[in-house]
């Protein structure tokens, strides 16, 4: 490829080493892209990351560009569109999930709450600098946020699924030592 030194996990194909080079590990504080990617790490679950990378484009279509309030007012037949939409993941429970977790999304700003300020508060507000070697399943980080989101009615957010999130939106840094990414960040 380019010759540079990625995560493990990034070598050897051009989509993952892209995503790995401009978005993984990077903060996000955008409260809708960190809604989109928990969602997308719910559909993730038993799944590789490169399956969602390649569909992203389609998830985002399928599901109004991750609005939250369009989400939130699918009903029965958005459901069944989705599942019959060959280019998402069409897991019946993570699409249900999705759209409930679009209207526990918009209860804190019901509520006056950021879900962004929210999730990084939890999180310890600053990302967290791990070696990129002992990668963890989870963390009790990832399983305190977990209750605390099912606490507010999200679904599909167990703590492995909110670890990699956390990864992926630069809450945890876990870049590999030898990655040129982990001195950068």
Request: with cysteine; net charge neutral; hydrophobic share 45%.
């Amino acid at each position: 490829m380019d010759g540079l030194q990625r995560c493990r996990w990034a070598q050897g194909d051009p989509l993952m080493a892209a995503y790995h080079d401009a978005e993984w590990g990077v903060p996000v504080r955008d409260s809708r892209l960190l809604w989109e990617m928990l969602m997308l790490e719910g559909f993730q679950a038993g799944l590789s990351w490169s399956i969602i990378l390649k569909r992203r484009e389609a998830f985002r279509s399928a599901f109004a560009g991750w609005d939250p309030e369009k989400v939130a007012s699918f009903g029965p037949g958005d459901v069944e569109r989705l599942m019959a939409d060959p280019g998402i993941v069409r897991a019946r429970t993570k699409i249900e999930a999705a759209i409930g977790n679009a209207r526990a999304y918009l209860a804190f700003a019901e509520r006056g709450e950021d879900f962004g300020t929210w999730a990084w508060g939890l999180a310890g507000g600053e990302p967290v600098k791990g070696d990129g070697e002992t990668l963890a399943a989870k963390t009790p980080a990832s399983e305190a946020i977990s209750k605390a989101l099912k606490k507010h009615g999200f679904k599909f957010v167990g703590p492995v699924i909110v670890h990699a999130w956390m990864q992926a939106v630069g809450m945890v840094d876990d870049h590999a030592r030898a990655c040129f990414r982990y001195e950068r960040d």
